[in-house]
């Protein structure tokens, strides 16, 4: 018989699943834009009309995520 260590596999099969489930945060594509989104806003540019505007730069999200996004930056 084989020596099988329980405790040990345990840990490492958790250790793994901490890797895998681990987040991966990646910047925004609006923030390549924010001194742009920002200034508009400050202007009373409203999310619907910065969501346009973002189209026209080829960046396609819905207004609610350029609301989320100036909550955090704006």
């Known amino acids: 018989m084989t020596d099988f260590d329980v405790d040990a ?3 490492r099969l958790q250790e ?3 890797q895998i489930r681990k ?3 990646r910047p925004s594509q609006l923030d390549r834009y924010k001194g742009e989104l920002l200034q508009l806003h400050r202007n009373g540019v409203t999310p619907a009309q910065l969501q346009r505007w973002l189209r026209g730069h080829r960046i396609k999200v819905a207004w609610s995520t350029v609301s989320r996004w100036l909550k955090k930056h704006g």
């Open 23 to 25: 987040a991966v945060y």
């Open 16 to 18: 793994q699943t901490k």
């Open 9 to 11: 596999e345990t840990r």
